[in-house]
């Protein structure tokens, strides 16, 4: 199954909240406050347990930019690690480089961040990664390459960031433009909204 290229607000729509990051979509979403499709504005019946649990699946795919292949490794992994598998989950998905360049503010979205990951403008301790799945660790120095830094869609989205890093476990330095792993990603950091034991319920099946 291929990436999904479509419009982003359409999924966002159908979770009701942006979980792209993206400005734009924010108001799309409060001005079309209802499903996608012709009967968005319909009443729909409560979805089973079954369909709670695949949509909550399905909104971390979308929210991490994953395919389902990737996703059920991530969780395989999750799964040999010790301590809660729902939460191993999300402490590798936040590690995925892609989404660190995304959480120093880098880029202005996950998939802006994949994508200048993936063309070389990134560095994990001095040496070129262009692996978006990438998975970072403790005191690892995330930086923008020398050849990169004039580009003006990292310059754009770092003036964005005002203060503290919303993500405690990064620290930023803009002037060098790079961003340091201060410790792994714990319960605290990630999204409240995300019910990941329904995901790990619904694998457990």
Known sequence: MARYTGPRAKIAR?????IFGNPKI???VERKNYLPGQ???SRRRRPSNYGLQLREKQKIKH???LMERQFRK???DADKMSGE???KLLELLERRLDNVVYRLGFAPTRAAARQLVTHKHFMVNDRSVNIPSYLVKENDLVSVRQKS???AVVHDSVKQVRGDLDSSWLSLDKASLSGTVTK???KEDFDPTIKVQMVVELYSK
Do not use: A, C, D, S
Not at 14 to 18: T, V
């Open 39 to 41: 009967h968005g504005q």
């Open 74 to 76: 991530f969780f395989r």
């Open 63 to 65: 929210t991490y930019g």
């Open 14 to 18: 159908k979770f009701g909240e942006n």
């Open 26 to 28: 924010t108001k799309i």
């Open 85 to 87: 598998t729902g939460l």
């Open 149 to 151: 830094r004039k580009l």
């Open 184 to 186: 792994l990603p714990e």
